[in-house]
């Protein structure tokens, strides 16, 4: 990880929450995929572009609230 000039006390404790978050294997992704997310998916899945999507939020979904 490249790390910008900026070495204030907020920036380190975010850099450092960020990298003790790819240490534990876990990854952070956007709420909504991208167009080469949806595009991975469906390829992989056989799925069209639109089920993709729907799959990746209902994965999102399911992360943030393990009731759904």
């Keep these: ?24 294997g876990l990854v952070i992704v956007p709420v909504e995929p ?9 390829l992989i899945g056989r799925l069209d572009p639109e089920q993709a999507a729907r799959v990746w939020r209902a994965m999102v979904r399911a992360e943030s609230d393990p009731e759904a």
């Design 34 to 42: 991208t167009a080469a997310m949806i595009e991975a998916g469906a």
């Design 1 to 24: 990880m490249t790390r910008p000039a900026d070495h204030s006390g907020p920036f380190q404790s975010a850099l450092a929450v960020l990298e003790s978050i790819a240490r534990s």
